[in-house]
């Protein structure tokens, strides 16, 4: 009988059930990712990242095992260059960021290795001398290649930076696959490309230019081939030195190769611009203004007149010296061809303009325009006042027009041109000024802001000609266009100037920034520039001193922008002609010194790497614990992986915190965070089960020493244990005190942009509805200032009753304590690993980067509150979903054991699903709590924010179907449906399929959630 | 025998059903939001009939399982709450659904405006003087779609649409001598030249002056455009078939979202009171009823819903801007906002069996009963980029004819303001649009200063369910917590 039992371990129903909950939680995923994300098949073939995840696998462990392989050779100290300050994406960063994101797109890694030249010109000669001493393959930090290739990119075109790993292109391009070594090329070289036949051939049929037929390539490999194409360009565009003439003719291929993107920006602005001032020249109008003399100091350079040989004297009026400029600037726009058959290209074969001649056509262009347009508003302002003068004052006769208006500067002007244009028409009631029918004023008024918008553009293509699109913008800007509140967003002024234009931006275009600091960024650069190409034997250390100097020298000249731009805002502010916002003046302010000095330290630090690292360890360890037979191996390996798990969650929480600090905002909001978070939550939650036994106590302890006021039990349970009551009374104080602190800040502290209260103390309207949510309110706040400092105080003094329990309690029970529950920290640790792993090395599917949010997101106390609810809960829910399937394991292949019980057999499924159904029972309460709240908060967070209280949309829906899954298992267990198998059965259906679809995504950007389900679907095509 | 009732009802085992069936409804009803995008979920699941009753359900569940527990013992606390909770909530979703307004109100800088126009769509019927406007959910698909769907050549899945207990005909008016029947809907329709099946789209925007006079004949109506050229257009309508499962959701959406809508109404005058006698409009299609006395006669009416963003624009713009500003903008090809129906389409006349009827199909605007007017609009992009990361509207409330009432009141995202039971938020904008463009130069008076002229939309709800839900979250959490404290001090 006994015999019998042993052969079938587990009956017959059990296994049709763990295969069903099985099939249930792998099938439900991939069905529903198929049927509920219509991905088109073409969509997934074609995503690039399609292709290579054949090899990601591979390719991750090749990389984790780069990072330990090899240091740093010995380099010049690259640290103040990686703090410089950047503008880039809405944000200051420190330089080495805005490098890091580069490289990676680049090269495919942040710190990419790069092996040296092996070609044999004096260039790769020196270069594989220089900076790579010791003649072996090195790692390169960002910011020292985005210097290398600004300051010489002569010296990196034949080192292999570009990334070109995929087999197929390289078989296309017949590039060798693998290098001596049997290793394979992941990377490329410039020159390389440049020689590539294939390649060029193709690049010429992109610019229409190829001579013979061009291969046809597969969608793949053309998208591979764009991508390599762009980053040639970006790398191109770096080594551009927009200091250098500029052909007064485009489009011939080998230029638009070289100069790709940035080029072809100045042109499109350069278009618009020259179209703008055509338009304005068919205006009647306009023509006439401009027609009239010119003030002295509209900048018209005599250089540029003697230039054009057409007027020794210089042109007389902006009507003819516009029309100068433009057809000059017209000359750079036109194709080749079209260029020849105006006779430009046959007379002039190298007809080439500097960049300040063409900057200083612009600025004449520009100056012209604005001054237009201020004389057209001034004479309506003017208009409408004497309009108005004349209205109270009754008839007073002729003056009104030039009188009163001392500041302006062209009352003779205005009223010539209203002369001109209205012949002094007399209305009945005598006056004798011009009148102006309403579409005149109206085409007056249409104009003027035609020149502004000419004025607009015109200064955006002078910024255009230098600014190479990708390179760091390095000084707040003296244009205030971009920090009018009200700009229309369409024209292309920086708000921060990039480091090219410093260098060598037109004379006109910097004439109002501090001249000795800028001259001195300028030497700074060039000597930086020469000490990094010297193969002088003191170079590290001389690099490093120019560095630091070019830093210094570009930090004074922020500083003295700054000094600077805020008189002129004082000055234009003063005078209305700016609207300015004063908290993009404050956001766009040059920083202090420190200010991108911790997230360098982020950057370098990488805190989620050792996060990861070092739950890999734990997890490591935790298997021993399963594996090794030997009990005194398991304690240690139980400790260390404890060990280790503390540390991974230590540095994660460093990690939030940094990127808390450095982003000003709620820590978990994008998807990177969130996974990250997830995994957090697992570990701390799975570390507190494993350590309840030693905490649990003094928890009780701390709870019973910080109750106060103190009630009959309280005194009882004092008197009981022969503590005083005089440590309670302190936390009473103290709980009061805290209670006001809490108070002032919920309700008096000010808090968004209207300056209400978070829990304001009087209601927001009148409706019946809104005083009953102030109602609410109140209680919500009187609830928290009574009970928050409570929680508080346990905590604090948890820390104390905790260790003093520990002290009293022998080392070997305290061991076994927390050792019975291991499998929480191990699920915990497997949690922390997977999910932290994942974010680090998918960084384009899980950006994380530290961008702006969307607007919609900025309620800070909201966004927090929800979002950290009910990751934590997804967090509890993961290991509510490993202790199910552990449970699942044991009852699929546990230990049996049958007892006589009534005259019949019973049989029981192993001890340990006891245990872990009473773990999981607690997991899944924690999660369902937190996810009920945090979904609720949302609620109230889009009912307070957007209006609408529940919309059914995707991510509540998935919400309500996840706290309804485990709403049936809690209530299941009550009705005796679902035992403690059921309950395993459905914590792994419930965490495994519901919560993250579709509610995790929809807060972080949107091109993160598309990146996130063709992730998805990519793993679960390949499992 | 109530009270065996009320047990069963209040049971856990119910519980455990319903809760597990709501779970896999809206869980479907996300496959199907997927499928068919959130307007058709939303009308062909959560405001379906057989939904409401499994929320009546879950709430009679709700409410009987606190009420079996009575009289209630101390510890039943945390339980009592979370139930109260989720009754309150889900009163207060039901109240805001019977009596919520929800719309937008779009103001120009320097203007008021008072209407908030939202997406409910109403049938107005006048007979003879006394009007009934009739609120219709006829969904996002033709009637036809519904009927064919489930069948191969349907581009409608196997889903119960029918069930939701919408889209379906329905007599909307009726008296002792006439019926006034909606018998079918289409909910996608292009005007094409009627000679012309090749589904060309006749742009009536393109001629300022156009006339359109109702045809007859066919199993579509037919109008007759006379624009400026020197040959009428007859148009007639079509339906523009639904894009199919394969479609991208982006594609379907579009289907769903905008365009024009057709709704043939049936009229039937039940006395012989002889031939009926039309003086405007005409019967769209031909009646199949023969006059008679035991046969009433039977007669077909279409009519026409913009409901492009451009109808909404203009809705929202009121009477600010005419219909010449409006064309002119749209040959500027900068702005396609002009809107292309006439009134002649959107509403008939008819005069069945001597009795006057009016027929008008539109979409609700609602009086907000006061006045807003936009002092100006505030946008701020993220430093060196042109992602906006704020845009903030400051208005001024006044009461219907201008008198203020509080000035200078500021919106944003995210600090909405409340004003008479209607709170505004901050939801987005329309613009800038420059000096020379049609919209600006009407709207900005000629003393202004040149800059750009902004409209701000901000959106408008009245919740009469919000208490309810306030009260209801706050029980939740409260006795969620209290739960979770019990049970997890007892969890070893």
Known sequence: MKRMEKSRKYPLRTVVMCTMVYAMTVGIPVTGLVGGYPVRASESEVAPGGGDTGSSGTEIAARSGETTKRGFAATPDWSAWGQLPVMSRGRIRPLDTVARQWADEVTDRERPLVSPPDGDTPEAKLAAKILFPDGKTRRFMAGEILFGWMAAPHLWREIPVLRASHEELRTRLKMPLRDSHESRYRLTTIAEMEANPVFRKWVDSLAGTAEDEVPSFTPFVRSQLETLYGHAGMLYQFGLDPSQPLPVSDYQPERTYHVYRSHDRFLSELTRTISAWRELALNPLAREVLELPMRSDIGVNPEDAENDGVNSGGPQTAWMATGLAVMRLHRLTLSSETAERYGLKAADPDAVLSVSEVDASLALLENVARQTAERLTDARRNYFRTLNEEKTSGISGRDGGSGGNGNSDGPGEKSERKNGEEDGEITENGRTGPVLTESQLVELRTTAYEFRSLARYASGTRYALTMVSPGPAIVPSLDLTPLDPRRSGEELIPVWLDLRTVLCGGESLLADYPRTELVAVRQAWRDAVADYQTDRSDRDARLAGSLARLVEAIRTFGEAVNVKRDALIAEQTAIGRTMVDPELVTMTRYPMRSATRLEYFYNAARPFMITWATALASVIFFGIVRLVPLPRIRRLAFLAGCGWLLLSVCSCLTGFVLRMIISRRAPVATLFETLIFVGFVAAVLGLGLTFRGLTERGWRRAMLRTASPLGKNVRERLRREHLSVRGNQLWFVLRLVAGVGIFVLLSVIPYGESGRAILPLLPAGTSVGRMIAWNVGLVLLVASVWFVPRMIAAAVASVGTILWDLFHRPVSEMIEVTYERQIAAAIGAVFAFVTTFLAYWFPETFNPGMDRLMPVLGDQFWLASHVLTITASYGAGAIGWGLGNIALGYYLFGGYTSERLNGGTVRRPPMICETLASYNYFSILVAVCLLTLGTILGALWADVSWGRFWAWDQKEVWSLVTIFVYMVILHGRYTGWLGNFGMAAGATVGRRRFSWRGSVSVFCYPEDSIRMRRWILRVCGRR | ?492
């Not at chain 2, 809760?19 to 379906?48: E, F, H, P, Q």
């Not at chain 2, 019926?179 to 300022?208: F, G, K, N, S």
């Not at chain 2, 409006?326 to 002009?338: G, M, N, P």
């Open chain 2, 1 to 492: 025998m109530g009270r065996r009732w009320l047990g069963w009802l209040g049971s856990l085992r119910l519980a455990v059903v319903v809760l597990s069936l709501y779970a896999v409804t809206v869980g479907w009803a996300t496959l199907v939001d997927n499928r068919y995008g959130a307007t058709a979920v939303a009308w062909g699941i959560y405001r379906s009939v057989w939904f409401a009753a499994l929320n009546v359900l879950l709430g009679l569940n709700v409410l009987c399982s606190a009420l079996v527990r009575f009289p209630w013992k101390k510890r039943q606390i945390g339980f009592l709450m979370i139930h109260t909770g989720i009754l309150s909530l889900m009163i207060g979703s039901a109240v805001t659904w019977r009596g919520g307004v929800d719309g937008v109100i779009g103001v120009f800088e320097g203007r008021g405006a008072s209407r908030i126009v939202t997406d409910t769509r109403i049938l107005e019927v006048t007979v003879d003087g006394k009007s009934q406007t009739i609120p219709l959910e006829p969904g996002p698909f033709s009637w036809s779609m519904l009927r064919s769907a489930g069948t191969d050549e349907s581009a409608l899945s196997r889903f119960p649409w029918r069930l939701s207990g919408n889209g379906r005909p329905r007599t909307i008016f009726r008296d002792a001598s006439i019926r006034i029947e909606l018998v079918d809907w289409l909910a996608q329709v292009r005007l094409v030249p009627a000679d012309d099946a090749a589904h060309t789209m006749v742009d009536l925007t393109e001629e300022a002056e156009k006339t359109v006079t109702p045809g007859s004949s066919g199993d579509f109506p037919r109008w007759t455009v006379e624009t400026s050229s020197p040959v009428p257009v007859e148009v007639t309508i079509r339906p523009v078939p639904f894009p199919g499962k394969d479609a991208t959701r982006a594609d379907r959406e579009a289907w769903v979202d905008r365009g024009l809508r057709a709704a043939r109404l049936r009229v039937h005058t039940l006395r012989d009171g002889g031939p009926a006698t039309k003086t405007s409009g005409t019967p769209g299609g031909s009646g199949a009823g023969v006059p008679g006395a035991e046969n009433p006669e039977v007669e077909d009416y279409w009519l026409l819903l913009d409901e492009s963003e451009a109808a909404r624009f203009r809705r929202m713009a009121g009477d600010l801007l005419t219909p010449d500003v409006l064309t002119d903008a749209e040959s500027l090809e900068q702005v396609r906002y002009a809107s292309l129906l006439t009134p002649e389409m959107t509403s008939q006349t008819i005069h069945p069996g001597n009795r006057t009827v009016t027929l008008s199909l539109r979409s609700l605007d609602v009086d907000a009963g006061f006045g807003v007017t936009l002092r100006r609009f505030d946008r701020r992009f993220n430093p060196g980029s042109r992602q906006a990361s704020h845009y903030a509207s400051q208005i001024d409330l006044t009461e219907p004819d201008g008198t203020m009432i509080l000035a200078d009141q500021r919106i944003t995202m995210n600090e909405p303001i409340e004003f008479r039971g209607v709170r505004l938020f901050q939801t987005s904008w329309r613009g800038p649009w420059a000096p020379g463009h049609p919209f600006y130069d009407a709207i900005e008076p000629v003393e202004s200063e040149e800059s750009g002229l902004y409209m701000t939309v901000l959106s408008a709800n009245r919740d009469p369910g919000s208490g309810w839900k306030y009260v209801g979250s706050f029980l939740l959490l409260v006795g969620m917590t209290i739960v979770f404290v019990r049970k997890a001090g007892g969890v070893k």
